[in-house]
Nanobody
Framework: QVQLVESGGGLVQPGGSLRLSCAAS????????MGWYRQAPGKQRELVAR???????DYADSAEGRFTISRDNAKNTVSLQINSLKPDDTAVYYC???????????WGQGTQVTVSS
């Protein structure tokens, strides 16, 4: 059974920081591109960042400079460090695992991030 379990969300003031984590089980982690998506109220889910097995990462334009994605293949975890949070970052953040070779992808249940004073 595949599980992606996110943690680290919460309420934070503008300008603050958060670190989201996702623990994966039931997959061969190194075979998967790991990503973080977010969905704000009334908007479509969008890619924030993704990281490949070798550590290369790419980011949405809105995430450049403030978001850092990382992975630990030994611990089957992927993290997202978010700095200088803005109210527009308020959303549910989802962990995602994708294997192009295996044609499989999985989602976590999401973790709420709310940026408000």
């Amino acid at each position: 059974q595949v599980q992606l379990v996110e943690s680290g969300g919460g309420l934070v003031q503008p300008g603050g920081s958060l670190r989201l984590s996702c623990a994966a089980s039931g997959i061969i982690f190194k075979f998967y591109i790991m990503g973080w998506y977010r969905q704000a109220p009334g908007k479509q889910r969008e890619l924030v960042a993704r990281i490949f097995n070798g550590g290369n990462a790419d980011y949405a334009d809105s995430a450049e400079g403030r978001f850092t994605i990382s992975r630990d293949n030994a611990k089957n975890t992927v993290s997202l460090q978010i700095n200088s949070l803005k109210p527009d970052d308020t959303a549910v953040y989802y962990c995602h695992a994708e294997s192009v070779v295996l044609s499989r992808n999985y989602w976590g249940q999401g973790t709420q991030v709310t940026v408000s004073s």
